[in-house]
Structures are given as C-alpha cells and as structure tokens.
C-alpha cells in the first residue's frame, strides 16, 4: 500500500544504493550466492534491468541476484 515505509511502487525500485559503491570496488564477491536456473537467472536480469531507469552494470547485476560475475555475463549475452 502507498505510504507504507520500505514499500516501492511500480519503477521505483532504486538499483543504485550509494552504499553499496565500495563494495562493487571490491568485486563481485559470492559469500551467500543461491543457486538458479539458467531460464530464472535471466528472468530476474532481464526484471532488473527493465525497472531500472538507467543502465546497470554486470557487476551490479551479479551483486543483486547474488551471482558469480561470470555467470551473468553469459546471460546477458543470450538476452541480447
């Protein structure tokens, strides 16, 4: 419901918290990766970048579903 605190609307999602740029300096890093599937790791990419109102970078991409940085380039590579 609109108004509640923490909840977001439609295109509001925020990709690019300002506390999160020390850690994308640091890598991509995988202490608590989940495991996907290939057709719902690209399912929650193309999601992201979809809500976002200006490019994500693949790093960012893999901090957020929680993958290796390798992993989602190759699927960003079969979305295009």
Excluded: N, Y
Aim: aromatic share 2%.
């Amino acid at each position: 419901a609109a108004g509640r605190e923490g909840s977001l609307g439609p295109g509001e999602a925020d990709l690019f918290d300002e506390d999160d740029e020390d850690e994308l300096r640091e890598g991509p890093g995988l202490a608590g990766s989940v495991a996907l599937a290939e057709h719902d790791l690209r399912g929650a990419l193309e999601a992201l970048i979809l809500v976002s109102d200006k490019p994500v970078a693949a790093v960012r991409l893999a901090r957020l579903t929680r993958q290796d940085i390798g992993v989602v380039k190759r699927a960003l590579l079969e979305l295009q």
